[in-house]
Each structure stands twice: as structure tokens, then as C-alpha cells.
Nanobody
Framework: QVQLVQSGGGLVQAGGSLRLSCAASGLIFSINAMGWYRQAPGKQRELVAAITRGGSTNYADSTKGRFTISRDNAKNTVYLQMNSLKPEDTAVYYC?????????WGQGTQVTVSS
């Protein structure tokens, strides 16, 4: 089992920046990839960015060039740096760990971008 604890998020004006953190604990060795997802009101949860065990990354088209996913292996933490934020980025953001046993989710954190 992997436990994920998220931090960061909040309210920011359009064009601003925020950084989200996701600290993992438990069966770290079972993690194959980690990702950030978001869910806006009335919409389905969607992938924002992901990073594999080998360090490969992929991004949603809507976040390419603005968001950066990274990790600190020593801290077992994954980050999502969000720049040039837009009102349409407003959502609850979730961290997810893809493990050999099951997917594990963080508790979610609200990101609100005002225009």
C-alpha cells in the first residue's frame, strides 16, 4: 500500500504560479509511475501530467509549456509546478501513484484561478 499526502494549491490570479507537492510513503518500491489529475465541477477527471519510474514525462495538451512535473527521489515527493495559470485550470487536483498492486490517490487539493 502507498499513502499519498498532497500540499500546495490555493487561490491565484490569472498568469500566476502555484506548486503542488505529493509525498509518498509505504511501499515506494511498488510505484511504477506517478501523475497529477484534475477534476473541474461537472467534468470528468483528466490527466494533467505524469512521470514514470524512468523519468519520462507526458503532459495534457492544455498544460504543455506551462506545467512541469518533477520528483525528488530522496524525499519520495512529486511536484507539479504550474505557471501562467488560467481560469480554466481551476479544479481539484489529485496525485496518483500507479503501483504493481493498485492505483493510489491523494486527498485532492483545490486550485482556483481568478480572472
Amino acid at each position: 500500500q502507498v499513502q499519498l499526502v498532497q500540499s500546495g494549491g490555493g487561490l491565484v490570479q490569472a498568469g500566476g504560479s502555484l506548486r503542488l507537492s505529493c509525498a509518498a510513503s509505504g511501499l515506494i518500491f511498488s510505484i511504477n509511475a506517478m501523475g497529477w489529475y484534475r477534476q473541474a465541477p461537472g467534468k470528468q477527471r483528466e490527466l494533467v501530467a505524469a512521470i514514470t519510474r524512468g523519468g519520462s514525462t507526458n503532459y495534457a495538451d492544455s498544460t504543455k509549456g506551462r506545467f512541469t512535473i518533477s520528483r525528488d527521489n530522496a524525499k519520495n515527493t512529486v511536484y507539479l509546478q504550474m505557471n501562467s495559470l488560467k481560469p480554466e485550470d481551476t479544479a481539484v487536483y489529485y496525485c496518483k501513484a500507479d503501483t504493481s498492486l493498485r492505483d493510489c490517490w491523494g486527498q485532492g487539493t483545490q486550485v482556483t484561478v481568478s480572472s
